[in-house]
């Protein structure tokens, strides 16, 4: 890796930050988040040092699925503002060094849309086809539901046309139809359209539900072919279109068949996928206060194809979805982090986020951030978590964890001047409320958990090593602590976690040619000489980190 190749491949060690339009700063005050709002809020995020901004659905909506419902592709809700505030908000993220990309949802539409208004009209309607329909009674498919609370089976009864439509999540989603090729001219229309707008690609929702072709005619199934061609050539249009625009691809599968969405070779499929594996072992992990699941899952990896990434997070938007842990398993991080049933969901996953979880001690909280930016790839915040938001377990469902941005300790923490009834979600209360959690106060103060991820991430971008090296797991002898080598090149570094309360001493044994190298501590000051076997044991709080740049003799390095 040349450090002028970062520039080239940015998504490999790029910081990005996910965050609802709706819920992050309301400026024209009718309690609802805009784009002028997230403006203002724009240095806020440069400061941070996020360098990609995903914006969850901004488009016309039903909102029923919190945007992911969607009755218009090419629009934009109109209570976030315009298609020109939507430009000027991109314009102004460029300025600041972020590129921008959005949620494109097109597994399915909103059962509004006017193409499934169209569609469900009769069944020889010009738009039926871009759907999926089935006239037959469709066999129980309530083990396949995505929402097991809402729906009973994949398929929904039509009325007024007596035939059944697919749905792989909420019955008001029918699925489109990609094996229709007129639906598969406007996905690429769609996204050549946001791309015009300025965005830099994509996170591309339910990929492997997207691709699926269950319920299409055999003919159109027959001329599509393997639906990876079909997402390879999207692939490629994005790369004509912008050059270095990304698809990053929410593909919840377990490793091996995540490999095949990124494609074979160079990887001409998806430049990223969220690593929901190793996400779900870090809790296992956490909770075993044992190294042992998360070191697997990193090493279980498959090799990717060297211009793809994987994102890296502790928390995203939805339910923080254990389900790819065993049943044990899966209640072992239920016990750990959220024994009460309502903070469950769905029966394999949580409503919370990180530090109500982990009782709000701020040891765990850091050291999980420290891990998180530490992990071979490419790490993924979700809004609030830069100053330790906490969920409101009073709004029902995945909501819970998309309240309100809380920026100060006034009124509706700051995001809206309108009546509490009027926003999106009731803010957090209590102890994770605005009176004890906001960035103003936070920006402040030097030892901040802002200050702090602000911190992981200025280390993380100087150390690209930890984006694009391959890792090596280093022998020691704590189970509890997960030591990692990421090495390009000359550029090596190390960074030890300790999952436990208790302090260890580790020795670090690294594989240098060379005497005379020193360990330079990358999140405080301090220098420890490594012996001439390349030796030296280095002290662990509780719950503690460190990350290390390794320095030889004469080397120029900054550290
Ligand atoms: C995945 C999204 O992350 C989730 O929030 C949404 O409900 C489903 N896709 C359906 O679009």
């Known amino acids: 890796m040349r450090i002028t190749e970062t520039g080239d491949l940015w998504w490999k060690n790029a910081v990005i930050y996910c965050l609802d339009v709706e819920?992050?700063?309301?400026?024209?005050?009718?309690?609802?988040?805009?784009?002028?709002?997230?403006?203002?809020?724009?240095?806020?995020?440069?400061?941070?040092?996020?360098?990609?901004l995903w914006?969850?659905?901004?488009?016309?909506?039903?909102?029923?699925?919190?945007?992911?419902?969607?009755?218009?592709?090419?629009?934009?809700?109109?209570?976030?503002?315009?298609?020109g505030d939507l430009v000027e908000l991109i314009r102004t993220a460029k300025d600041r060094g972020m590129r921008v990309i959005a949620d494109i949802v097109v597994n399915h539409t909103s059962d509004r849309h006017?193409?499934?208004?169209?569609?469900?009209?009769?069944?020889?309607?010009?738009?039926?086809?871009?759907y999926v329909w089935r006239s037959d009674t469709p066999p129980d498919t309530s083990k396949e539901v995505v929402f097991p609370d809402q729906e009973q089976s994949i398929w929904e009864l039509d009325e007024k046309t007596g035939e059944y439509y697919l749905h792989r999540f909420y019955k008001h989603q029918p699925d489109l139809n990609v094996a229709?090729?007129?639906?598969?001219?406007?996905?690429?229309?769609?996204?050549?359209?946001?791309?015009?707008?300025?965005?830099?690609?994509?996170?591309?929702d339910a990929v492997p539900f997207f691709l699926e072709t269950i319920g299409a005619g055999d003919e159109q199934v027959e001329a599509l072919g393997d639906p990876h061609d079909y997402l390879r050539s999207l692939r490629s249009f994005l790369g004509r279109r912008t050059g270095s625009g990304i698809l990053l691809g929410e593909v919840n599968l377990p490793h091996d068949q995540q490999r095949l969405y990124f494609g074979e070779g160079d990887g001409d499929e998806l430049t990223m996928m969220f690593d929901f594996i190793a996400m779900q072992k870090m809790y296992l992990s956490l909770a075993r206060q044992?190294?042992?699941?998360?070191?697997?899952?990193?090493?279980?990896?498959?090799?990717?194809?060297?211009?793809?990434?994987?994102?890296?997070?502790?928390?995203?938007?939805?339910?923080?979805?254990?389900?790819?842990?065993?049943?044990?398993?899966?209640?072992?991080?239920?016990?750990?982090?959220?024994?009460?049933?309502?903070?469950?969901?769905?029966?394999?996953?949580?409503?919370?986020?990180?530090?109500?979880?982990?009782?709000?001690?701020?040891r765990r909280v850091r050291l999980v951030y420290s891990l998180l930016f530490a992990l071979p790839g490419t790490p993924?915040?979700?809004?609030?978590?830069?100053?330790?938001?906490?969920?409101?377990?009073?709004?029902?469902?995945?909501l819970a964890v998309r309240t309100p941005m809380q920026w100060s300790d006034g009124h509706n923490g700051g995001f809206s001047p309108a009546r509490p009834s009027q926003l999106p979600a009731a803010v957090t209360g209590d102890g994770y409320g605005p009176a004890h959690v906001n960035v103003r106060a936070q920006r402040r103060d030097p030892d901040s958990l802002l200050t702090f991820v602000s911190l992981l991430v200025r280390?993380?971008?100087?150390?690209?090593?930890?984006?694009?090296?391959?890792?090596?797991?280093?022998?020691?002898?704590?189970?509890?602590?997960?030591?990692?080598?990421?090495?390009?090149?000359?550029?090596?570094?190390?960074?030890?976690?300790?999952?436990?309360?208790?302090?260890v001493s580790v020795p670090l044994r690294l594989d240098l040619e060379r005497a005379g190298h020193q360990?330079?501590?990358?999140?405080?000051?301090?220098?420890?000489?490594?012996?001439?076997?390349?030796?030296?044991?280095?002290?662990?709080?509780?719950?503690?980190?460190?990350?290390y740049r390794v320095l030889g003799p004469g080397s120029r390095q900054l550290a």
Not at 27 to 48: C, K, M, P, V
Not at 55 to 81: A, E, I, K, N, Q
Request: with cysteine; charged share 30%.
């Open 519 to 547: 360990l330079v501590e990358l999140l405080q000051d301090g220098v420890t000489e490594l012996d001439d076997r390349a030796r030296a044991d280095v002290p662990l709080d509780g719950y503690g980190y460190r990350w």
């Open 380 to 398: 993924t915040l979700f809004y609030g978590e830069e100053i330790g938001m906490g969920e409101n377990l009073d709004v029902p469902g995945r």
């Open 290 to 362: 044992d190294a042992g699941p998360l070191v697997e899952a990193l090493l279980a990896r498959p090799e990717i194809p060297r211009d793809c990434q994987w994102a890296t997070f502790v928390r995203n938007h939805d339910e923080l979805t254990l389900d790819k842990l065993s049943e044990d398993e899966r209640q072992e991080v239920f016990a750990a982090f959220g024994p009460d049933p309502d903070m469950q969901l769905y029966g394999r996953g949580l409503r919370r986020r990180l530090p109500p979880m982990v009782d709000g001690d701020p």
């Open 114 to 130: 006017p193409w499934f208004r169209a569609a469900r009209q009769s069944t020889d309607n010009p738009y039926r086809d871009f």
């Open 23 to 52: 819920t992050y700063l309301d400026w024209d005050g009718d309690g609802t988040g805009d784009f002028q709002g997230l403006a203002q809020r724009i240095d806020h995020l440069a400061e941070l040092g996020v360098t990609c």
């Open 55 to 83: 914006l969850m659905p901004f488009y016309p909506t039903t909102d029923r699925d919190d945007g992911y419902d969607v009755t218009d592709l090419y629009g934009v809700d109109p209570r976030l503002g315009t298609p």
């Open 459 to 503: 280390r993380y971008r100087e150390c690209p090593e930890l984006g694009w090296g391959p890792v090596r797991v280093l022998d020691q002898p704590h189970a509890s602590v997960v030591a990692l080598c990421s090495q390009v090149d000359d550029g090596t570094v190390v960074t030890l976690h300790n999952l436990s309360p208790d302090p």
């Open 180 to 204: 229709n090729p007129k639906v598969r001219d406007e996905i690429a229309k769609v996204m050549g359209y946001w791309l015009e707008l300025g965005l830099d690609g994509f996170r591309v």
